[in-house]
């Protein structure tokens, strides 16, 4: 069963990678086998592969697939944009996932897509530190973006209060790239009355919705950048302040989105795939694997998409839904596999090669 599905899933993306047949259908082995065992171990996958070879020849042939292969830094996304059909403009989202492998730490920096149904991870920074991301690195990351996609295809680029910095702003105001992006309470602005002060005393009254422009140096800046705010009080009290270079009358509305890829960071740990099972560190080799994974994510959005069509995600009692779009997909394509491998990718549109 698991033999027609990766073999189906080869002819897929044969003409979208330039591979071996044999490091094909080990790449496929690998997509297929996270999203049957539930994890991005390479022991587990191993014992998914469809032969008399032993489970150890299959492990030592994944080891060789990351030690020799090399398909670029963002050799997925073009992949995953096709599978997806995403055309137009799309929100995308940024932040951090990191956890310990022993001492070492293993941190990401990851921009991922998020519409109405999916959320799957485009491009991403394996970042050898622990702790948060810097201007740099963030301006690189979207570079890369950039350079696949460019800026027509942003609807709202979505991040937290990590992610803030005049030299990061001016960078994509720069680029023309839209962005709603949550700011510090202590945060100091200038108004366009030429008052200076602090988010916070600023907004000291603040209690329902509220729009102002302001920029965040000093006053008399001879070149201020003047961006857009807009704030609400939570109901814990807490300013919720976001920055934006576009009318900021529906960014609290937009930022709600960005929420996505904490869901994202879920279903690729424990809620589905498990990233955290994986041994490997070494940059090159991890970002290889997250690539494979964005394909089985991908995989499973487009899945549950098919599977629901025009209807809305069935909600509990308590109004809530029964089961996120993920795992809808992963529960079908689990399904499949043991059922009808081949209808398992019935959805996945042939790749088409790369333009030159």
């Known amino acids: 069963m698991i033999r027609k599905a990766i073999d189906t899933l080869a002819l897929k993306l044969s003409g979208g990678l330039s591979l071996s047949n044999s490091r094909l259908e080990t790449l496929c082995l690998l997509v297929v086998g996270i999203a049957s065992a539930r994890t991005v171990n390479l022991s587990h996958i191993s014992a998914e592969m469809p032969t008399e070879a032993k489970v150890e020849s299959t492990y030592r042939r994944l080891q060789r697939f990351f030690q020799f292969v090399d ?12 599978m997806l059909g ?3 403009k799309w929100h995308l989202c940024l932040d951090r996932t990191n956890w310990k492998i022993g001492r070492k730490d293993v941190n990401l920096l990851v921009l991922a897509v998020a519409t109405r149904r999916y959320r799957v991870p485009l491009i991403w920074t394996v970042l050898g530190k622990a702790g948060n991301s810097n201007t740099g690195e963030r301006m690189a990351l979207m570079t890369r973006y950039l350079d696949l ?29 839209p962005f709603i992006i949550r700011v510090k309470a202590n945060q100091y602005v200038t108004t366009q009355d030429g008052t200076r002060q602090s988010l916070k005393a600023l907004l000291r009254t603040c209690r329902g919705p509220r ?4 920029h965040f140096g000093p006053a008399g800046d001879a070149t201020p950048l003047w961006l857009n705010f807009a704030a609400k009080r939570l ?10 270079n576009r009318p900021a009358h529906h960014a609290l509305t937009t930022y709600r989105k960005r929420w996505a890829i904490e869901c994202l960071f879920a279903e690729t740990k424990t809620r589905g795939f498990n990233l955290e099972d994986t041994r490997l560190t070494i940059a090159k080799k991890l970002s290889l694997l997250i690539g494979a994974l964005a394909l089985a994510v991908a995989w499973a959005a487009k899945t549950a ?3 629901l069509g025009n209807r809305k995600q069935p909600r509990k009692s308590h109004g809530r839904f029964a089961k ?11 399904r499949l596999l043991r059922f009808d491998p081949g209808q398992a990718f019935r959805h996945w549109p042939k790749i ?5």
């Not at 398909?71 to 096709?82: F, I, T, Y």
């Open 324 to 334: 996120s779009i993920f795992r809808i997909g992963l529960d079908e394509i689990r």
């Open 71 to 82: 398909l670029g830094e963002d050799w997925s996304a073009r992949l995953v944009q096709q």
């Open 149 to 177: 996609f460019g800026a027509v295809s942003v609807k709202y680029l979505l991040a937290d209060r990590e992610f803030i910095g005049l030299e990061w702003l001016t960078f994509l105001v720069g680029h023309d790239v």
């Open 211 to 214: 729009c102002f422009s302001a």
């Open 86 to 88: 995403l055309s137009d």
């Open 352 to 356: 088409k090669p790369k333009m030159a």
């Open 305 to 307: 998409s098919a599977k």
């Open 235 to 244: 109901k814990s009290g807490e300013l919720l302040i976001l920055v934006s």
